[in-house]
């Protein structure tokens, strides 16, 4: 069983509609999530850092973490055709600057 | 946010040469880069972590000897393929951990083919 996993889509979706994208993980040693996005030949980018369980916002953007159930979920609203790329969830145990165990990734593509 | 610059971006060689790709933290001081690999339509693998000033540590599978792993400073790492191989030809992308945002930042990533 892999550690992190997440769905490899692809998901294709309307402009303007709001985007659900998961991972679950098998250990509960991991404290630290993240969600980069990533566009084709590029490297990663950070959009969502959350420690503890719950829920935070930045824009468009809504990262979720139930610690219990060992899920992670990221929100887009009003998606964009701009938001279509590779989103790839990501944790850690000790901090974000060390070792980061990445999911498979979700390609996405948000259509006009 | 930081900057986190690669180079080259893309290069092209023949089986049985050594390529060199640097990664460097462009206006922040990285002590730990890591080194990640990425194959088309897979997720990023990660093949080592490089520590400042002291050896790399290698996942289990990752030859050492066949990707070495040199971090002279706190701004540059830097990992050379020796004796390339076509199976070697993949993304490589590196990233450096700023410990005063707790972030990781990664480069834009260089491009290996080997012929």
């Known amino acids: 069983q892999k550690e992190v996993e997440q769905d490899p889509g692809p998901l294709s979706v309307p402009e303007g509609a709001i985007v659900s994208l998961n991972c679950t993980y098998s250990?509960?040693?991991?404290?630290?999530f993240m969600w980069y996005r990533q566009y084709s030949r590029k490297g990663p980018e950070l959009l969502m850092y959350?420690?503890?369980?719950g829920n935070k916002e930045d824009g468009r953007f809504t990262a979720q973490v139930d610690k219990s159930s060992k899920y992670i979920s990221l929100f887009i609203r009003d998606s964009q055709p701009s938001d279509s790329a590779t989103y790839l969830c990501?944790?850690?145990?000790?901090?974000?600057?060390?070792?980061?165990?990445f999911g498979t990734g979700t390609l996405l593509a948000v259509q006009p | 946010g930081a900057v986190v610059s690669q180079h080259p971006s893309w290069v092209i060689c023949k089986s049985g040469t050594s390529v060199k790709i640097e990664c460097r933290s462009l206006?922040?001081?990285?002590?730990?880069m890591f080194w990640y690999r990425q194959f088309p339509k897979q997720s990023l693998m990660l093949m080592a972590t490089?520590?400042?000033?002291?050896?790399?540590?290698?996942e289990q599978g990752v030859e050492k000897d066949k990707f070495l792993i040199n971090h002279a400073s706190l701004t540059l790492s830097t990992l050379t393929v020796t004796s390339a191989h076509p199976e070697d030809s993949s993304f490589y992308i590196c990233?450096?951990?700023?410990?005063?945002?707790?972030?990781?930042?990664f480069g834009p990533g260089t491009r290996l083919t080997v012929l």
């Open positions: 990233s450096a951990g700023q410990s005063s945002t707790d972030t990781q930042y």
């Open positions: 250990n509960s040693a991991f404290q630290y």
């Open positions: 959350t420690y503890s369980s």
């Open positions: 990501a944790m850690a145990y000790g901090g974000a600057t060390n070792k980061l165990i």
């Open positions: 206006d922040f001081q990285a002590t730990t």
């Open positions: 490089s520590n400042e000033g002291s050896k790399a540590t290698y």
